[in-house]
């Protein structure tokens, strides 16, 4: 059975858990705190980040992108599983795009200050929160969820009609940015709807059972109708 | 044809020409000023970043992800062409992994900063250079120098034995700094040999033909033998 090094609250690693459990495949999971530094984590992973699969005969399977890659080619979908990859050219471009957006503009935008400011800081015992940093992350966040919400009002789901790896990429982040309390329920528009799909399906179950020790999660996160 | 919306300096836009070009395929190259954020290039692309690829009969291919499987897909190596991905699993993961070193930390932690300080607040008369920004950015710079010729020291390419797409990722954003002068060559141990059999190879030489109207190359920048 691969593993999965991976922490409980980082984006990334979501978004794998997400699609191993929709393809129905098996992982176990190690848990992992990459911004500690551990020298044996370092020799794996120099950059220190999360997701890490292991997974004989091959080797490390570092980051996400090659996470993505990986699953695709060993334990893509059968023919009773929905692809999270479309086939057609033009929809897999879609996720594509959706997906570069929710990596590099949402995730340092918004979700990385919001994990330094309110986690990291809090295990590495480096200092409280700096209320500026957050102020501007969750300014970011509104015209995030703005766009999103812009384009779910014509889509059921992101990337058109059916569910992929772009659903799982925002939702990874929205499910973290939810636990701590940052997300205005009541603002989110066209994506509240969205999020009470995607949070009701089994593989988004194992994520709604998680919590941080001494980091309680806010009263929707777990709520299926928030 | 299919057509490249570009900025000569954009590190991404630099890959997927050098993708092109080593794959031995034509491409119409249009010049954008992403940060313009002009009304007509924002409908294709609200996210403001470039490349952006026009390949009828498929919609517009947003991102350097998006145009790496676009064409991976349809445009991929033929039999006597050497595939930039390789097809062995553990190899393949080892290009993703480096790759996304580059997209996600090299690009946002280096030449975000330095292209932001240098190009954009000139083009955009936005005011002088942060003397501090750049200091920083450059002393990530000599950390990711440092890490890359580590491990340019036991392998002849980024990812191994062959050139891959890693290799390309890491060269274009090598290629603009060095444009901005903002490599150390003596410094810069066992990247500078890697480097020189880059820059020999006929995909690179577009790119060491690229001028910015008003702010010059460095000497290094088009020297073969720097």
């Known amino acids: 059975m691969p ?9 990334a690693s979501r978004l794998i858990r997400l699609m191993f459990a929709e393809y129905g495949i098996e992982v176990s999971l190690v848990d992992v705190a990459p911004w500690r ?42 023919g009773h599983i929905e692809a999270l ?32 400011e309110k986690l990291i800081k809090r295990d590495l ?14 300014a970011n966040l509104a015209e995030h969820l703005a766009y999103f919400s812009w384009l779910l009002a014509t889509r059921r789901w992101l990337a058109g009609d059916t569910l992929t790896l772009a659903d799982f990429g925002l939702a990874a982040h929205i ?14 528009g066209e994506m509240k709807d969205w999020y009470a799909r995607i949070k009701s399906r089994p593989a988004f179950r194992p994520l709604l059972a998680d919590r941080i020790v001494g980091m309680p999660a806010s009263s929707t996160y777990a709520d299926l109708d928030f």
């Not at 057609?88 to 919001?114: A, D, F, I, Q």
């Not at 499910?175 to 989110?188: F, N």
């Open 3 to 11: 593993q999965l090094l991976h922490h409980k609250l980082d984006p």
């Open 37 to 78: 530094r551990d020298p044996d984590f370092l020799e794996i992973n120099p950059a220190a980040t999360v997701p890490v699969m292991l997974d004989e005969p091959f080797g490390p399977v570092v980051g996400v992108l090659a996470a993505i890659a990986h699953i695709e080619a060993n334990f893509g979908p059968e």
């Open 85 to 116: 990859l479309p086939e057609n050219g033009t929809e897999r471009n879609e996720v594509w795009r959706l997906l570069e957006w929710v990596l590099l503009k949402l995730g340092p935008e918004v979700t990385s200050y919001l994990l330094e």
């Open 125 to 138: 015992r480096s200092g409280a929160p700096e209320p500026s940093v957050i102020r501007i992350a969750k």
């Open 175 to 188: 499910s973290v940015l939810d636990y701590m309390g940052d997300i205005a329920w009541e603002k989110a």
